[in-house]
Structures are given as C-alpha cells and as structure tokens.
C-alpha cells in the first residue's frame, strides 16, 4: 500500500513538472505590474512562437540576461503586447527585431542586429532607439520612424551614410553615428533640414569630406566631428552658420591649415559674440602645425577629386622640422645661459658671506682694527661690486638679444605662414582652373563626337 502511494506521488510530481516547464517559457518576475521583468531569456526552439509570456497590461518589457536569435513578428502577435511600450533587450545576441507600431523605446545596446523588421504599412511611434554596439548597416531600415527624438547608432557596420532616412525624422533631437565606418554621406533630395536636432555625431569614421550644402540645423548645439580624415568641409565657410553652436569637436584629422583657419576665423576672434567651445582633442605633437590647438597640414586643396592622389602631398614638412630644430637649440643655448648665470651669482653670494662671516668673527675678539685691514676689506668689497656690475650688464644684454630674437623668430614664423596661406590658395585656384579646363576639353570632345 505505502508502495504504491509513494510511485502514485512520484508519477504526480513529474505531471506537473512537465506541465509547467511547456506551458511557459520564460515568466515575469512579478505577476502584476506595469512592467514586466525577466531574468533569463532562451530560445525554445521547438516551441519558436511562444518566447514571452503573457504581456497583457504590460508597458515595458526588460529582458535581463538570456540568448534569443529574433524577435519576430510572431512572437509579437502571440503574447497581447498591445500595450507594450517600452523594450529593454541588450546583450542577448539578438539579430533582428520586429517593431511594432506601439513601440516607443527600443533598448537594443550589445546584440547583432542586422535588421530592424516592420510590416510597412503601419505608423510608428518609436522615439527612443539605442541600437549602439551592434550589426547594423542599413540606415534606409529606419526611414517608416518618423516621430524619432532619439537615435544612437554608435559603433555599428555602417558605412554609407544616406541622409534622406533622418530628413524625414522632424522630431529627431539626438543623432548619434560615432564609431562606425562610414566613410560617404549621401545627400538628401530634400533639404536636410532638423529644426529640432541638438546633438550631431559622426566622429570616429572614415570619412575625407562630405558636403553640407543643404544642411539646416538651427538649434544644433554640439557637433563632433573628430577622429575621422577630414580635410576640409567645402561648403562651410564658416561655422557660425550653426548659430546655436556651443560646442564643436575637430581633433585627430588630416585637415588642411589654410581651411581650418579660414573655418574657424570668426570664431577664434577674441571679440567674437558666439562662445563656442573648441574640444581639440588629446595634446598631440603636431606631424606640422596647429590651428587653435588643432593639428593640421599645408595639402594641396583636395577639393579636385580627379586628380590623382599622388599629388595632393603634404608641404613644408622640411621647413617646418627645420625651424623647430633650430627653435629646440635656442632653448637650450637659453637654458645654458640661465643656468651658468645662476652658477656665477651663487659663487658671489657665497664669497660675500664668507666675507661677512670674518667680519663679525673679528669684531666679536674686539681687536683694533688696522689700517691695512680697512683697506683690504674695502678692496675686496669693490671687486665684489666690479663683479656684480659685469654680471648685471651680461643679464641685461642677454634679455635684449633674446627679445631681438624672439622678434626675429615670432616674424619668420608668420612669413612662413603667410607663405604656405598663400602657396596653398595658388595651388588650389591651379588644380580648380585644370578642373575646369579637363572638363572643357571634356565636352568639347563630346561636342565634336556628337556632331560627328
Ligand atoms: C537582413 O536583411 C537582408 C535583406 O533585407 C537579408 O538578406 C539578411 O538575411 C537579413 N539578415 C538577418 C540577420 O536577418
Ligand atoms: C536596406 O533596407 C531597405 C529597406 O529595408 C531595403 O529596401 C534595401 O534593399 C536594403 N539595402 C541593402 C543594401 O541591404
Ligand atoms: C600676407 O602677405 C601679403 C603681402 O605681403 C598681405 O597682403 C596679406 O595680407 C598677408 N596675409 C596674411 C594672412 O597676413
Ligand atoms: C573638334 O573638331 C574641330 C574641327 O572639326 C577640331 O579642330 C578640334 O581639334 C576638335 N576638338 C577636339 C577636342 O577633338
């Protein structure tokens, strides 16, 4: 009898247990509640429709740990998530996700999504989308979200950036594409146009140049535009064309000196009425000079792509390694000097104070004080003095032959400058004007093979 009752509970206990394992997958930490929290997420891969729970009443979904390949549409469809709002999903190795119309914030940090899915016929509501450290390549997937305040698309797979995707977003506050690969922006048919926009970045990509022609953001804020290899921005001719600019990175590219100077003009002037902040980046050796602290090169203007790259060299290079090499001697010849001229003054004060140092020993044995003595102490303060004057006298032609220097020196460097300003603009009307003579003869020749 007590046999049998113990294989009756046994056969009841694994029932259940069965039960429950197939009838829920994964299950919210708390029953009720408007959000709903689950600590591990697997993928039931003979069950693929039934990943969530029941989310009926459910506003925001948080997934804490788990591997999960999609979230398809019909997962989606299968657990009432009408009102689900908000989705945290980072880290779980996820490839695609399903947006529903009713999404408002996407939390897709550290997956391997390629794509974002949708049905296409819906309207959406996403505003918030962290997509950042993942797949993802493909910005025209994001075009159905117009009413996107926020976007951070940082170090994923993208390297052709389209802007006609984001032009549509007039919502769109925050705009983040650092880290990536892009190395091409695609302008947009319409204006790109962001009333809204405050925080742009594209910093840490490949890009060379990109043209901002068409480029309307009024209320943008901060722009960050370092680490790529930028040369120079055609279209801006200055920057206060961002009238609400506070902040604006550039270090770590390869623009030219000429450009960068002419950009930054008017917001270097000491007088100037915007206060933008310059954020130069690390305190690198220059390869050639600065700009507002900014690292840059005397190229040849980039702005003829035809030409071949071989020549858009880097110039004055030798010039300037050799006027720092010889700035570096000064310095020490300076050093040199300051230090024997300490020498010297120490030796004088400390054969003055010896002389002080017999005087009052003299005075304390209260001893009558010769003739001699008198007259050998007030000699050997006169050659005291004698010393003391050549000294001064060397200091003081030192100091004027050094500003005479410095003059000198602060002179040349701005000839030079001048110079390569100069030199660079020459060359840069020669490759505009051999451009524009290419491509005469270009049309001509097709003028000739068409009449022909
Ligand atoms: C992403 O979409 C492309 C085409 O739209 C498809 O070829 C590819 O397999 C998709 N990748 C994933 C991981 O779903
Ligand atoms: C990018 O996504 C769009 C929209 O989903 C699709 O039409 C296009 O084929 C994709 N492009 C590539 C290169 O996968
Ligand atoms: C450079 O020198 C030329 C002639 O000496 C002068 O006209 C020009 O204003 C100078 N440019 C700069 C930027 O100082
Ligand atoms: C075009 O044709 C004219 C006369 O037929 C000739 O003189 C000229 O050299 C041609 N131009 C080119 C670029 O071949």
Same mark, same amino acid.
């Not at 048919?189 to 926009?197: C, N, T, Y």
């Not at 680490?227 to 600019?245: G, T, W």
């Given at each position: 009898m007590a046999m049998r009752l113990a294989i009756y509970i046994l056969l009841m206990c694994c029932c259940t247990l069965e039960a429950t394992v197939s009838s829920s997958t994964a299950i919210c930490v708390k029953p009720r509640g408007k959000i709903c929290s689950i600590n591990v997420l697997n993928e039931d891969t003979s069950r693929p429709t039934s990943l969530l729970p029941d989310l009926t009443d459910r506003v925001e979904l948080h997934v804490v740990s788990g591997q999960v390949k999609a979230l398809t549409e019909t997962n989606t469809r299968s657990s009432n998530m009408e009102k689900l709002r908000i989705l945290r999903l980072e880290g779980l190795g996820l490839e695609s996700v399903f947006v529903r119309g009713h999404f408002e914030e996407l939390h897709l940090r550290g997956n391997r999504i390629v794509n974002l899915t949708i049905t296409g016929s819906d309207t959406y509501s996403l505003k918030v989308l962290d997509l950042r450290k993942n797949q993802f390549a493909n910005v025209t997937q994001l075009q159905p979200f117009e009413r996107m305040v926020e976007l951070k698309l940082d170090d994923?797979?993208?390297?052709v950036l389209a802007l006609e995707p984001f032009s549509r977003m007039t919502q769109l506050r925050l705009l983040s594409l650092a880290g !990536?690969?892009?190395?091409q922006i695609v302008p947009s048919?319409? &204006?790109?146009?962001?009333?809204?926009?405050e925080y742009f970045s594209l910093a840490r990509n490949e890009l060379v140049s990109f043209g901002t022609a068409n480029w309307q953001l009024p209320s943008l804020k901060e722009l960050l535009l370092n !680490? !790529?290899? #930028?040369?120079? #921005? &055609?279209?801006?001719?200055?920057?206060?064309?961002?009238?609400?600019?506070e902040q604006l990175a550039l270090g770590e590219n390869d623009w030219s000196c000429s450009w960068l100077d002419r950009a930054l003009g008017s917001v270097l002037? &000491?007088?100037?009425e915007t206060s933008i902040k310059l954020d130069v980046g690390p305190n690198t050796e220059c390869a050639s000079e600065k700009v507002a602290g900014i690292c840059c090169k005397f190229t040849i203007s980039s702005s003829n792509v035809d030409a071949p790259t071989t020549a858009s060299g880097e110039l004055f290079v030798q010039e300037i390694r050799q006027a720092r090499q010889q700035s570096e001697k000064l310095t020490a010849v300076h050093d040199e000097f300051v230090r024997s001229w300490n020498e010297r003054l120490k030796v004088l004060h400390t054969k003055l104070q010896n002389m002080l140092v017999g005087l009052m020993a003299e005075l304390q044995v209260n001893k009558p004080v010769t003739v001699l003595q008198v007259k050998q102490l007030s000699e050997d303060l006169e050659d005291l003095k004698k010393q003391l004057i050549s000294l001064e006298k060397d200091k003081h032609m030192r100091d004027q032959m050094e500003k005479r220097l410095r003059h000198f020196m602060i002179e040349m460097k701005n000839k030079l400058l001048n110079q390569t300003i100069e030199t660079d603009k020459l060359l840069s009307q020669v490759s505009e004007l051999r451009y524009s003579f290419d491509k005469q003869i270009m049309e001509r020749t097709k003028e000739n093979i068409t009449h022909v």
């Open positions: 994923n797979q993208i390297t !990536n690969r892009i190395n048919m319409k &204006p790109f146009e962001l009333g809204e926009l !680490n !790529n290899r #930028l040369v120079e #921005l &055609p279209d801006i001719i200055d920057f206060e064309q961002f009238f609400s600019l002037k &000491p007088d100037s």
